[in-house]
């Protein structure tokens, strides 16, 4: 009896670089896709996802004093509620005082005459009729009214959201109790993915603690600010300041743009240019010089990246990406890059000053001995 030959093994082609790019691209487009079309569903998620890792450190001085871990994971949703009721009622308070204010300013006929000022104006330094008309289309009184009854809308959307936050905030408050079993549990096998969580997690907690600090700071600083100057509602514009800081980089041009508008209304040019100075020393100095040096320390993310974050996940799930987008860039990178010893170099290109190449190992002794003898004979 005879024994066949054993087959022989065909040698594996591994895909080329190029090629092993078109196919992450492709995967990345397909699965945004999804994300884009399940932005109502993704979005609500991932803003409890957030609220509850910030909240989640509440319960460490609660189970070290050894209260039962329902107490704990109470505390931790009583507290993510809080943040929600807060964030809530400063929309509501924003969005009646914008609607009232422009009811005002129509009724009183002001800002149909400071329209037709700013369009003569504009065509005293040469501009033709119809760009002048555009131009004068921001201030245009049924505009403005149209966008005062759509916030009422946008309010009544905003809170069908947070509901939905509410409910999925429950379940992930007891589920992340469960979670801190993990690191004794799985340690030993997964201790690598648990480090890499425990990171990302402290990131967001910080990035947000970072934004919320100066965001109050800048608030308070141009709410006084503007009472000064007489400019209305200068709780609505403080509040709008300290919404506009957790978007990164633009958040400032998004926050200054509406009470620099009234202030041109109702004080004209003086007390327009004196809104445009405020903000630029305070907002500029505050967000633009100091903060990002605290933010990039906080999550270790280049300036570039942190912009394009922002106009790309407002891009996939709507307006609630520009101020979820440093955590899901976070995530991303996270789920992507950290897992991968190639992708060292593009963790840095991120703005990750962690991603260093390893150190090269030091070549054998008896190596060094041969090299130095073979240097001796060729003397």
Not at 124 to 148: H, I, N, Y
Request: hydrophobic share 55%.
């Amino acid at each position: 009896m005879t024994s066949s030959p054993a087959p022989e093994h065909t040698p594996v082609r591994m895909l080329s670089p190029s090629l092993r790019v078109l196919l992450v691209l492709a995967a990345s487009v397909v699965t945004l896709a999804g994300v884009s079309l399940a932005r109502d569903l993704f979005g609500p998620i991932a803003l409890a996802i957030v609220i509850v890792i910030i909240c989640e450190p509440l319960r460490r001085p609660l189970d070290r004093r050894g209260w039962p871990q329902w107490v704990s994971t109470t505390a931790v949703i009583v507290v993510a509620y809080l943040i929600l009721l807060v964030m809530g009622a400063l929309l509501w308070l924003a969005g009646t005082q914008f609607a009232r204010l422009v009811g005002e300013l129509v009724s009183e006929g002001g800002l149909a005459n400071t329209v037709d000022e700013f369009v003569g104006w504009l065509q005293a330094l040469g501009l033709d009729e119809s760009a002048s008309d555009a131009a004068a289309s921001a201030l245009d009184p049924a505009t403005l009214l149209d966008v005062a009854r759509s916030v009422g809308g946008t309010v009544l959307s905003v809170a069908t959201a947070l509901f939905f936050v509410c409910a999925y905030i429950i379940f992930m408050a007891v589920d992340a109790a469960r979670y801190r079993q993990a690191p004794s549990l799985f340690g030993a096998t997964k201790g690598a993915v648990i480090a890499r969580i425990a990171h990302l997690n402290t990131g967001i907690r910080r990035y947000y603690i970072v934004n919320a600090s100066f965001g109050a700071i800048v608030a308070v600083i141009d709410g006084l600010a503007l009472w000064w100057m007489g400019v209305p509602a200068p709780v609505v514009w403080a509040i709008l300041a300290f919404v506009t800081n957790f978007i990164p980089n633009i958040g400032f041009v998004l926050g200054l743009v509406p009470p620099a508008i009234l202030a041109f209304v109702v004080g004209g040019w003086p007390l327009l240019l004196g809104v445009i100075a405020v903000y630029s020393v305070v907002n500029v100095v505050l967000q633009v010089l100091v903060q990002p040096k605290f933010v990039s320390d906080a999550v270790d993310l280049s300036l570039t990246l942190s912009f394009f974050s922002v106009i790309f996940w407002t891009f996939i799930i709507g307006p609630l990406g520009a101020i979820l987008s440093i955590p899901l860039t976070l995530l991303a990178r996270a789920l992507v890059f950290e897992g991968d010893p190639d992708a060292t170099w593009l963790r840095w290109l991120s703005g990750d000053h962690t991603a260093v190449p390893p150190a090269p190992e030091p070549e054998p002794t008896a190596e060094r001995r041969r090299r130095r003898r073979r240097g001796f004979r060729r003397a």
